[in-house]
């Protein structure tokens, strides 16, 4: 039995993402593909890590988060690279510039 970790929703396409936890520790990302039809398509991942870039590009898109079981830790490893991007720019720069 697979559970529900977390449900994405964006309200303008009426489209849904859900991202649920197999018995066997895997997890599987669920991308609605029409509004008000049954269309899905699944992929399945080993971690978590490897969904992150795809959450986070779905929440820049417009989705939204209406259920969350993955706790806030989840939510702020996704802003965490954002927050330290221009740290490891100019690291870049004064490594060049060297």
Same mark, same amino acid.
């Given at each position: 039995?697979?559970? *529900?970790?977390?449900? *994405?929703?964006?309200?303008? +396409?009426? *489209?849904?993402?859900?991202?649920?936890?197999?018995?066997?520790?895997?997890? /599987?990302?669920?991308?609605? %593909?029409?509004?008000?039809?049954? +269309?899905?398509? &699944?992929?399945?991942?080993?971690? +978590?890590?490897?969904?992150?870039?795809?959450?986070?590009?779905? /929440?820049?898109?417009?989705?939204?988060?209406?259920?969350? %079981? *993955?706790?806030? &830790?989840? /939510? &702020? &490893? %996704?802003?965490?690279?954002? +927050?330290? /991007?221009?740290?490891?720019?100019?690291?870049?720069?004064?490594?060049?510039?060297?």
């Amino acid at each position: 039995m697979n559970i *529900l970790v977390l449900n *994405l929703y964006n309200s303008f +396409l009426r *489209l849904h993402i859900k991202i649920f936890r197999t018995p066997d520790r895997k997890f /599987i990302y669920s991308k609605q %593909l029409t509004p008000n039809r049954n +269309l899905w398509k &699944d992929t399945e991942f080993d971690s +978590l890590d490897q969904i992150k870039g795809e959450v986070f590009g779905e /929440i820049i898109n417009g989705y939204i988060i209406t259920q969350n %079981l *993955l706790g806030m &830790d989840f /939510i &702020d &490893d %996704l802003m965490t690279p954002m +927050l330290n /991007i221009n740290d490891g720019v100019e690291e870049e720069k004064k490594e060049i510039s060297v």
